[in-house]
């Protein structure tokens, strides 16, 4: 589990944040924590997928704010989550596991997260649970980067 465990928690993460997820891809990646070249590390993407993470927090508060059931929502995060796994797959496993790993974590976030949630963003109490599904995304993110391998570049 340890090999996938970074791979399923960027995943999970998607699920409940989708950008959260994003942003802490950047970071991984600065750090050397991923796997390929493909997620961008630079001071600008990473202050550019956390200004969006941030805005995405905003927005889930908003009355107009989509179900993450929808389908392109879901299929947004279910790509984010198999993206990200594949990055954080650990050395020991392959890749396509990692993939898999983030697709079933992405799942179990949106799924849990909008169980959690409920169905009203627009009560206070709908809000809370909404600030502390970001503040549990942010955390979880987080410990996801900081536990994922580090790697020599080109792996």
Known sequence: ??????????GFVAGLRSLTACAALTFAAA??????????????????????????????????????RILPSFAARLVIGAAGGWALAGRRTSPEAGALAGLVGAVAGTLIGRAARGPDSRTPPGRARGLAEDAAAVALAAGVVASAERRMRGV
């Open 1 to 10: 589990m340890r090999d996938h465990g970074a791979s399923f928690g960027i």
């Open 31 to 68: 750090q050397r924590r991923t796997r390929g070249g493909f997620i961008p590390s630079g001071p600008g993407a990473r202050g550019l997928a956390t200004a969006a993470a941030l805005a995405e927090m905003a927005g889930d508060k908003m009355p107009f704010a989509p179900d993450r």
